[in-house]
């Protein structure tokens, strides 16, 4: 039986065949409980953006199984995950990946048109969730008018938006000053948790480290410190 | 609008703004809708206008039934047929008026020397069917006058400087110009109008000779029944309806000139190339954003709301590039507008284009759905 709203069990993930085959996770097992803020540090290469594709359902394992809220997705169809996506998970990227030509309020919008929202209530919805990050008065602006931390908040915005239980975060404060990176991740773990939103984050920042409920390191593939739950 | 509807209305959201997004671009994608639009319009608006001029008399002579020479092919001079026909056809039951016509080749001698060839078009008073008509000055009822013609108004100065009561011999005969009409020029000799016996004399056909009769339904009785009888009637002649004789006009001409292959060539040289651009255009746009494209499939967008992305783009390419395009070439059909050349660019030409445009669109995005389908959603964390 499981229990935890995020369950991975001896996950792998090899890449190419063969003499030149390169295995960037072995045997992981990871688990988050639902609300949970759960960052993972490790050095480059260790596999943390791996295990995080994985459990966003937009990369397959090669070994092992991934349980989102009771839902086996490491054995879902293809054509299926898509819909997986829209239903559990928000995505907060190292480079914000703003759509350019939409206004702060669109991109928010847009995650919540692509949840199968009305446009009224999405609207309604994006609107809310701009103040929420402080950025009431920069929604009709576009990516480019806005500073990397404001960007960073948008993107916050976008991943709660349409409350899915899973926020997935990848280097979210890699391109932000101390303070700015403090900001966005406080409002992501603050929002997330107001929604009772399960939070994994992927880190080098030390700077953030206190934020987090529970730590886990990766290094070589491996879960090394913090995995047990 | 909920559920996948939302998708597909934000994903054509999501269209527009990244093509207005990025200008340069869409510059380059409508000029290429553009060209393809306005090469093709040309090359078909000219065809039309060709083949307009071939089809304007038979449009304008008012008749409903055409009895021609057995083997006639197209409307140009040739061997005469008894008048007889025309007695043998106005006694049908259901035409309500048979008329003669002439048509024959005619040599206009210069003042200053030299000639010109004009087409001589005999028709009867006073009905004058087959007669002259965008007269600009004079009218049918001139061709009463003694030795009176009609001529083509845009040929005046090839005709020697033509003016109203000029003189002047055709076929070794005198004739006084009495009208002009206005654009009256077919592929051949420009029109030029006499009465029945001033025609025939100037043709030189015995006075049992025609070169066509025409004749007119009565209001209620049935185009192809009558057509049926006139034909029993006239068992060695071939009766058409108007539309049977256009249709065989232009079967003539794509048959006889290699026009159409040569028009269709060009048009279909400008549809390539419009595709080859647009193609390229929506392919670099594609593979420009394809982060975005990725952040939206790993946001949960499927191939399929992708496609509604691009198939809005294709759209509103199409709608906008034709729209600039079909502006264009009627602004060139305008400027070059003369009784020798003009566009003919009717409304389906306008619709047709838009379909065109839409399906070229259509066609260059699958190219650019084939990268997109490609893209991997994980992508966005590399």
Same mark, same amino acid.
């Given at each position: ?29 990871? &688990? ?86 009305? *446009? ?88 953030? &480290? ?20 | ?20 997004? $990025? ?64 007695? *043998? ?118 006075? $049992? ?37 256009? *249709? ?135």
């Amino acid at each position: 039986m499981r229990s935890h709203a995020v369950d991975a069990r001896g996950v792998g993930k090899t890449y190419g065949e063969g003499a030149l085959a390169y295995a960037a996770l072995r045997d992981v097992d990871f &688990f988050a409980s639902a609300g949970e803020f759960v960052l993972v540090s490790g050095p480059s290469g260790s596999g943390k953006t791996t295990l995080l594709s994985i459990l966003g359902c937009v990369l397959r394992p090669s070994a092992g199984e991934v349980t989102l809220f009771g839902r086996d997705v490491s054995r879902a169809r293809e054509g299926d995950l898509p819909a997986l996506r829209r239903e559990l998970i928000g995505f907060v990227f190292q480079g914000h990946n703003l759509i350019a030509s939409l206004s702060a309020r669109e991109n928010v919008e847009l995650a919540l048109r692509v949840r199968g929202r009305g *446009a009224g209530e999405a609207a309604r919805e994006a609107r809310d969730l701009l103040a929420r990050v402080g950025l009431a008065d920069k929604a009709d602006s576009l990516p480019r008018d806005l500073s990397g931390g404001q960007r960073q908040r948008v993107a916050v915005a976008r991943a709660l938006a349409g409350d899915p239980p899973l926020v997935l975060a990848d280097e979210p404060t890699a391109s932000l000053d101390a303070k700015a990176g403090a900001l966005v991740t406080g409002l992501l773990k603050g929002l997330a948790r107001e929604r009772g939103a399960t939070v994994v984050v992927v880190t080098h920042d030390e700077r953030i &480290f206190h934020l987090g409920d529970r730590i886990v390191r990766i290094e070589d593939g491996k879960v090394t410190e913090g995995g047990v739950s | 609008m909920s559920g996948p509807f939302a998708r597909w209305g934000a994903m054509a959201k999501v269209g527009v703004r990244m093509m207005f997004h $990025d200008r340069l671009k869409l510059a380059g994608t409508l000029f290429g809708v553009v060209f393809a639009t306005l090469l093709a319009d040309q090359q078909l608006g000219v065809l039309l206008g060709l083949l307009s001029k071939n089809l304007m008399f038979v449009d304008h002579a008012g008749a409903d039934l055409w009895v021609l020479p057995a083997g006639a092919q197209t409307f140009q001079p040739g061997k005469p047929i008894s008048l007889s026909a025309l007695t *043998a056809t106005e006694v049908v039951p259901g035409v309500a008026w048979a008329e003669p016509l002439i048509y024959a080749g005619g040599t206009l001698s210069l003042p200053g020397g030299g000639s010109e060839p004009v087409s001589v078009v005999g028709t009867r008073a006073p009905r004058y069917k087959g007669g002259p008509w965008n007269l600009v000055a004079g009218s049918a009822e001139a061709l009463a006058r003694p030795d009176a013609m009609i001529f083509e108004d845009s040929e005046r100065e090839k005709l020697g400087g033509l003016n109203l009561g000029s003189v002047r011999e055709l076929n070794g005969r005198r004739v006084v110009a009495a009208g002009f009409t206005w654009g009256l020029l077919p592929f051949g000799p420009s029109y030029s109008f006499a009465g029945y016996d001033l025609a025939r004399e100037l043709a030189r056909f015995d006075a $049992d000779r025609t070169s066509y009769v025409l004749a007119g339904v009565a209001p209620g009785a049935d185009p192809a029944a009558v057509k049926r009888a006139v034909q029993a009637r006239n068992p060695d002649l071939l009766v058409l309806t108007r539309a049977e004789f256009k *249709a065989k006009i232009v079967t003539y001409i794509f048959a006889s000139t290699g026009i159409g292959a040569s028009f269709g060539a060009s048009t279909g040289f400008g549809l390539l190339v419009g595709l080859v651009i647009v193609s390229l255009s929506m392919f670099s746009a594609v593979v420009d954003n394809v982060r975005e494209f990725g952040t939206l499939k790993a946001m949960g967008a499927t191939t399929g709301d992708l496609a509604a992305l691009l198939l809005t783009q294709s759209v509103v390419y199409a709608l906008v590039g034709t729209l600039i395009g079909l502006g264009v070439v009627s602004h060139v059909a305008d400027a070059i507008r003369s009784p020798k050349l003009a566009l003919v660019l009717p409304w389906q030409l306008y619709a047709g284009t838009f379909g065109v445009m839409l399906l070229l669109c259509s066609l260059a995005s699958s190219l650019a759905l084939v990268r997109l389908r490609r893209v991997e959603p994980a992508m966005v964390f590399r």
